[in-house]
Protein backbone atom coordinates (compact mmCIF):
# COMPACT_ATOMS: atom_id res chain seq x y z
CA UNK A 1 0.00 0.00 0.00
CA UNK A 2 1.62 3.52 -1.07
CA UNK A 3 2.70 5.78 2.03
CA UNK A 4 1.11 8.53 2.66
CA UNK A 5 4.25 10.68 1.13
CA UNK A 6 3.81 8.31 -2.00
CA UNK A 7 0.66 9.62 -2.40
CA UNK A 8 1.35 13.11 -1.95
CA UNK A 9 3.80 12.99 -4.42
CA UNK A 10 1.54 11.46 -6.51
CA UNK A 11 -0.52 14.27 -6.41
CA UNK A 12 2.42 16.93 -6.81
CA UNK A 13 3.61 15.03 -10.43
CA UNK A 14 -0.66 14.76 -11.61
CA UNK A 15 -0.66 18.72 -11.22
CA UNK A 16 2.99 19.06 -13.03
CA UNK A 17 4.31 20.90 -10.49
CA UNK A 18 3.44 24.35 -9.33
CA UNK A 19 3.83 25.22 -5.63
CA UNK A 20 4.35 27.98 -3.42
CA UNK A 21 8.60 28.37 -4.06
CA UNK A 22 10.18 28.96 -0.18
CA UNK A 23 13.31 29.64 -1.19
CA UNK A 24 16.58 27.78 0.24
CA UNK A 25 19.64 26.47 -0.84
CA UNK A 26 17.57 23.65 -2.81
CA UNK A 27 14.50 25.51 -4.35
CA UNK A 28 12.13 23.91 -1.52
CA UNK A 29 8.03 24.05 -2.97
CA UNK A 30 5.53 23.63 -0.46
CA UNK A 31 2.41 21.90 -2.17
CA UNK A 32 -1.20 21.29 -0.94
CA UNK A 33 -2.11 17.59 -1.01
CA UNK A 34 -4.96 15.29 -0.26
CA UNK A 35 -2.58 13.75 2.57
CA UNK A 36 -1.46 17.15 3.76
CA UNK A 37 1.05 20.36 3.38
CA UNK A 38 4.51 18.68 1.89
CA UNK A 39 7.68 20.36 0.53
CA UNK A 40 9.39 19.40 -2.73
CA UNK A 41 12.78 19.75 -3.21
CA UNK A 42 15.63 19.25 -6.66
CA UNK A 43 18.35 20.57 -5.08
CA UNK A 44 21.17 22.43 -7.35
CA UNK A 45 22.39 18.91 -8.66
CA UNK A 46 21.69 15.30 -8.13
CA UNK A 47 24.50 15.23 -5.66
CA UNK A 48 23.39 17.91 -3.86
CA UNK A 49 19.51 16.76 -3.25
CA UNK A 50 21.29 13.03 -2.60
CA UNK A 51 23.64 14.45 0.03
CA UNK A 52 20.81 16.62 1.74
CA UNK A 53 18.29 13.22 1.79
CA UNK A 54 21.23 11.20 3.29
CA UNK A 55 22.03 13.65 6.01
CA UNK A 56 18.44 14.56 6.58
CA UNK A 57 17.99 10.26 7.46
CA UNK A 58 21.53 10.02 9.84
CA UNK A 59 20.27 13.20 12.04
CA UNK A 60 16.52 11.63 11.98
CA UNK A 61 18.47 8.22 13.42
CA UNK A 62 20.68 10.00 15.73
CA UNK A 63 16.93 11.51 17.18
CA UNK A 64 17.79 14.81 16.17
CA UNK A 65 14.73 16.84 14.87
CA UNK A 66 14.81 17.04 10.96
CA UNK A 67 10.90 17.04 8.89
CA UNK A 68 10.03 13.15 7.73
CA UNK A 69 11.51 12.91 4.57
CA UNK A 70 11.03 11.01 1.29
CA UNK A 71 13.43 10.20 -1.89
CA UNK A 72 11.37 9.96 -5.40
CA UNK A 73 12.64 9.99 -9.07
CA UNK A 74 10.79 12.13 -11.07
CA UNK A 75 11.97 13.60 -14.59
CA UNK A 76 15.22 11.37 -14.02
CA UNK A 77 16.55 13.85 -11.06
CA UNK A 78 15.81 12.76 -7.64
CA UNK A 79 13.23 14.73 -5.72
CA UNK A 80 12.95 15.23 -1.95
CA UNK A 81 9.47 15.12 -0.15
CA UNK A 82 9.80 16.25 3.85
CA UNK A 83 6.64 16.89 5.26
CA UNK A 84 5.75 20.56 6.29
CA UNK A 85 6.34 21.58 10.23
CA UNK A 86 2.63 22.63 10.72
CA UNK A 87 2.45 25.39 13.75
CA UNK A 88 6.49 25.46 13.93
CA UNK A 89 7.91 29.20 14.76
CA UNK A 90 11.30 30.70 13.72
CA UNK A 91 13.78 29.57 16.23
CA UNK A 92 14.85 32.17 18.56
CA UNK A 93 18.25 31.95 20.20
CA UNK A 94 17.12 33.19 23.92
CA UNK A 95 14.31 30.88 24.09
CA UNK A 96 15.62 27.89 22.53
CA UNK A 97 19.06 28.19 23.57
CA UNK A 98 19.12 24.68 25.45
CA UNK A 99 17.93 22.75 22.43
CA UNK A 100 20.77 24.00 19.67
CA UNK A 101 23.07 23.47 22.77
CA UNK A 102 22.30 19.78 23.14
CA UNK A 103 22.21 19.45 19.24
CA UNK A 104 25.44 21.09 18.85
CA UNK A 105 27.75 18.07 17.69
CA UNK A 106 25.74 16.46 15.47
CA UNK A 107 25.05 19.37 13.25
CA UNK A 108 29.26 19.63 13.39
CA UNK A 109 30.17 16.52 13.20
CA UNK A 110 27.99 16.19 9.60
CA UNK A 111 29.57 19.66 8.91
CA UNK A 112 26.16 21.79 8.83
CA UNK A 113 27.67 24.83 8.38
CA UNK A 114 24.00 26.44 7.92
CA UNK A 115 22.57 24.81 11.15
CA UNK A 116 20.53 28.03 11.75
CA UNK A 117 20.28 29.66 8.35
CA UNK A 118 21.34 33.35 7.76
CA UNK A 119 17.88 34.55 9.76
CA UNK A 120 17.61 31.73 12.19
CA UNK A 121 14.92 30.39 9.74
CA UNK A 122 16.44 26.82 9.22
CA UNK A 123 15.83 25.53 12.57
CA UNK A 124 11.98 25.49 13.59
CA UNK A 125 10.22 25.32 16.80
CA UNK A 126 7.58 22.67 16.78
CA UNK A 127 4.48 23.32 18.68
CA UNK A 128 5.80 20.76 21.44
CA UNK A 129 8.59 22.76 22.12
CA UNK A 130 11.49 20.71 20.19
CA UNK A 131 13.39 21.81 17.44
CA UNK A 132 13.39 20.61 13.71
CA UNK A 133 16.06 21.85 11.26
CA UNK A 134 14.15 22.16 8.13
CA UNK A 135 17.76 23.14 5.57
CA UNK A 136 20.58 20.30 5.83
CA UNK A 137 21.33 21.32 2.37
CA UNK A 138 24.63 23.03 3.27
CA UNK A 139 25.75 19.93 5.77
CA UNK A 140 27.88 17.14 4.59
CA UNK A 141 29.88 17.68 1.69
CA UNK A 142 28.21 20.40 -0.61
CA UNK A 143 27.75 24.18 0.42
CA UNK A 144 24.16 25.09 0.71
CA UNK A 145 23.95 26.69 -2.85
CA UNK A 146 24.92 23.73 -4.21
CA UNK A 147 29.22 23.92 -4.69
CA UNK A 148 30.95 20.96 -3.13
CA UNK A 149 33.05 21.79 -0.40
CA UNK A 150 35.69 19.73 -1.39
CA UNK A 151 38.56 19.24 1.43
CA UNK A 152 36.95 21.39 3.39
CA UNK A 153 34.59 18.45 4.44
CA UNK A 154 37.31 16.46 5.81
CA UNK A 155 38.46 13.89 8.29
CA UNK A 156 38.60 16.44 10.88
CA UNK A 157 35.84 18.44 12.86
CA UNK A 158 36.89 21.92 12.72
CA UNK A 159 33.08 23.09 13.03
CA UNK A 160 33.23 22.41 16.87
CA UNK A 161 34.96 25.50 16.93
CA UNK A 162 34.13 27.24 13.84
CA UNK A 163 30.41 26.88 14.14
CA UNK A 164 30.94 28.67 17.74
CA UNK A 165 32.55 31.67 16.44
CA UNK A 166 31.08 32.39 13.26
CA UNK A 167 27.62 32.48 15.69
CA UNK A 168 29.10 34.55 19.03
CA UNK A 169 25.12 34.82 19.42
CA UNK A 170 23.57 32.09 19.03
CA UNK A 171 26.61 29.29 19.73
CA UNK A 172 29.11 31.75 21.33
CA UNK A 173 28.17 30.10 24.88
CA UNK A 174 28.91 26.77 24.44
CA UNK A 175 31.51 25.04 26.43
CA UNK A 176 33.77 22.03 25.77
CA UNK A 177 31.50 20.78 28.88
CA UNK A 178 28.52 20.83 26.73
CA UNK A 179 29.90 19.46 24.22
CA UNK A 180 30.46 16.05 25.52
CA UNK A 181 27.11 16.28 26.89
CA UNK A 182 25.96 16.52 23.20
CA UNK A 183 28.23 14.25 21.89
CA UNK A 184 26.70 11.77 24.98
CA UNK A 185 22.82 12.45 24.57
CA UNK A 186 23.25 11.67 21.23
CA UNK A 187 24.96 7.81 21.92
CA UNK A 188 28.57 8.86 21.40
CA UNK A 189 30.78 7.08 19.25
CA UNK A 190 28.69 3.46 18.91
CA UNK A 191 25.33 5.64 18.23
CA UNK A 192 27.20 7.90 15.42
CA UNK A 193 29.05 4.76 13.95
CA UNK A 194 25.36 2.69 13.89
CA UNK A 195 23.97 5.47 11.59
CA UNK A 196 25.96 5.75 9.33
CA UNK A 197 24.34 2.82 7.09
CA UNK A 198 21.64 6.19 6.29
CA UNK A 199 24.81 7.19 4.42
CA UNK A 200 24.39 6.34 0.73
CA UNK A 201 27.73 7.72 -0.62
CA UNK A 202 30.65 5.89 0.14
CA UNK A 203 32.71 8.30 0.26
CA UNK A 204 30.20 10.93 2.78
CA UNK A 205 30.25 7.51 4.89
CA UNK A 206 33.75 7.21 4.70
CA UNK A 207 34.89 10.65 5.78
CA UNK A 208 31.94 10.47 8.54
CA UNK A 209 33.41 7.44 10.28
CA UNK A 210 36.80 9.33 10.46
CA UNK A 211 35.04 12.45 11.75
CA UNK A 212 33.35 10.60 14.49
CA UNK A 213 36.88 9.36 15.77
CA UNK A 214 38.05 13.22 15.96
CA UNK A 215 35.06 14.02 17.73
CA UNK A 216 35.57 11.17 20.48
CA UNK A 217 39.31 11.87 20.94
CA UNK A 218 38.11 15.43 21.72
CA UNK A 219 35.55 14.70 24.07
CA UNK A 220 37.72 11.56 25.62
Known sequence: MPSPMDLAMAYIRNRQGGGQYLGGSTGARLHETPQGRFVAKRGNSAGHLLNEFDINQYLNA?????????????????TMLTQFEEGATRYQPDRDRAQVTQDFVPHALVANWDMLGMENDNA???????????????AGAYRAQG??????????????????????????????????????TYGGETAMNDA????????????????IQDVARRVA
Open 62 to 78: LGVGVPQASLHQEGGRP
Open 147 to 184: APKGQAFGRTVGELDTLRDKNPYELGHITEQDIGQSYD
Open 196 to 211: LRHIQDSQSRDILQQR
Open 124 to 138: LRRPDGSLSYVDVGG
